[in-house]
């Protein structure tokens, strides 16, 4: 072992003259230990939190939105599809209308929401956003059984079957069966222009989408395109065409390739085509700037608990003046003196460091497993008795056997980690009542591994550099001044 190592090494070591250094050491490696074990989890979190929206987006959302830029309708759209088609990276495309209605049940005789309907080919839009695989009924929007069985028990015109976002019709309160009133427009009385009449269809409702989106679940109704034309009176037009691509990521490519590649007449207007990131953009901004304050809030934390390094090494060589006079009158040169204290200051720093990161990925583990856990009494029940052995242990036994010392760090781990694994839980939001916000039922975890190293040598780093004044004092005691001192 080198020279400064052994020195080091024994200036960590707990005396009882020193206990109050070695408090504040192990203080220090709690403080560094927490600091990286937050950030880690945090970004872990905000990460999940990303990507899960990121998949669900991508999932219900086409990655390129068509249309003209004063959202009209447009004729001849086979020829458009067909143009968009032709593009490389261009999987799957489907025709959209897309417009907001008032609507309210057959029970109620006023308009209970607003709601955005989706004029769809269920095939073609299949083959863009997976519609039927989240729809909880029939997708058969002209022929279904409770389309059948409405026209026979009902005495009004039924126009169509169609799909409501699951919370919406729980909002509502309507079940498959239903019929659901939407208000296309409001009409001139013929009688008399200064009143309206309300421009009514009727649609049956044959199933629920859910997708487990609130901005879907909530807002949502899906009609076939041929029903959405005779609404608005637009046969053969659309406003929309929904585009899906082999890569997501070259959505902002291909969509100036399509602006390029399908032209209107000045009369009809100019394309637009919009891309997933543009119509998502500020959730995804607001979350990479949670991400940038999280990791420089943690990094002011390894700060703080650096100070605390520092501050122990600066007691320490308070403590250890007459051993540096010593020293440094047996020969040992000043860059030897900062050698050790600096290997002291790095010991610390790097155990906080590796404990944090080992919490921080536990905790990760721990929030992201959905296996079934004891009870948290059954947990208390267990880990106290050997908290309290190892308790019994530290205070009577450790002084004396370097075995006691290992045994007592051993049922430590197992206490902790035991009643860390009964109590952390994967998070729920939807008992929380916040997944209408989040998007999602269950808070996502994701652990950036660049992060996690990255994280690792910014912590070690700020641990190391907080050492370099207490180690620079230590080398410049002039050894007579230190003995006399003493």
């Known amino acids: 072992m080198r020279f400064e190592w052994f020195v080091a090494s024994r200036y960590l070591r707990s005396r009882r003259k020193q206990s109050f250094i070695s408090i504040i050491s192990f203080i220090s490696i709690g403080g560094v230990a927490l600091g990286v074990a937050t950030v880690i989890l945090v970004i872990a979190v905000l990460d999940g939190v990303e990507h899960g929206l990121r998949d669900r987006f991508l999932a219900n959302e086409a990655h390129v939105v068509f249309r003209l830029h ?59 956003t997976g519609f039927s695989k989240l729809v909880s009924g029939s997708t058969d929007f002209q022929n279904s059984e409770y389309i059948e069985t409405a026209r026979l028990l009902r005495n009004e015109t039924i126009t169509g079957g169609i799909v409501l ?63 959405a034309q005779k609404l608005y009176h637009k046969k053969n037009r659309v406003n929309t065409i929904f585009i899906r691509l082999n890569d997501a990521e070259l959505a902002p490519q291909i969509a100036r390739e399509i602006e390029d590649t399908v032209r209107f007449t000045v009369l009809e207007g100019m394309p637009d085509a919009r891309t997933w990131m543009e119509i998502q953009a500020p959730l995804f901004s607001a979350l990479r700037l949670e991400k940038i304050a999280t990791v420089i809030i943690e990094a002011l934390i390894i700060l703080v608990a650096s100070f605390n390094i520092a501050s122990t090494l600066i007691m320490t060589v308070m403590e250890k003046t007459k051993d540096v006079g010593t020293l440094r009158t047996l020969g040992t040169s000043r860059g030897n003196i900062m050698k050790i204290f600096m290997i002291q200051g790095s010991v610390i720093g790097i155990l906080g460091t ?23 009494w059954y947990a208390f029940v267990l880990a106290a008795p050997i908290l309290l052995q190892v308790l019994i242990a530290t205070r009577h036994a450790m002084p004396r056997k370097g075995g006691w010392k290992f045994a007592a760090a051993v049922l430590w781990i197992i206490g902790i980690g035991f009643a860390l694994y009964c109590v952390v839980r994967p998070i729920s939001f939807a008992e929380l009542g916040l997944s209408h916000i989040y998007q999602m039922n269950q808070m996502p975890i994701k652990i950036n591994w660049f992060f996690v190293v990255f994280i690792n040598v910014l912590s070690f780093l700020i641990c190391w550099l907080a050492t370099f004044y207490p180690a620079w004092q230590a080398a410049n005691l002039k050894p007579v001044e230190a003995l006399q001192h003493e």
Request: glycine content about 6%; overall charge negative; charged content about 20%.
């Open 165 to 227: 976002g699951e919370r919406l019709a729980a909002r509502l309160g309507i079940i498959k069966g239903d019929v659901l009133r939407l208000v296309v427009k409001l009409a001139k009385h013929p009688a008399n222009e200064n009143m309206l009449l309300p421009d009514l269809s009727n649609f049956v409702v044959i199933g629920f989408y859910e997708s487990e989106m609130a901005v879907y679940d909530n807002n949502f109704g899906f009609i076939h395109i041929q029903d």
């Open 354 to 376: 590796m404990l944090g990161t080992t919490l921080g990925l536990a905790l990760c583990w721990l929030l992201s497993s959905n296996a079934v856990r004891p009870s948290y």
């Open 70 to 128: 004063d959202h009209s309708f447009f004729g001849d759209y086979e020829k458009r599809i067909g143009q968009i088609a032709s593009i490389d990276e261009v999987v799957a495309t489907s025709p959209v209308i897309l417009a907001q209605i008032a609507v309210f049940p057959e029970h109620s005789d006023t308009i209970q929401d607003v709601i955005y309907i989706k004029g769809i080919d269920p095939v073609q839009e299949d083959a863009v």
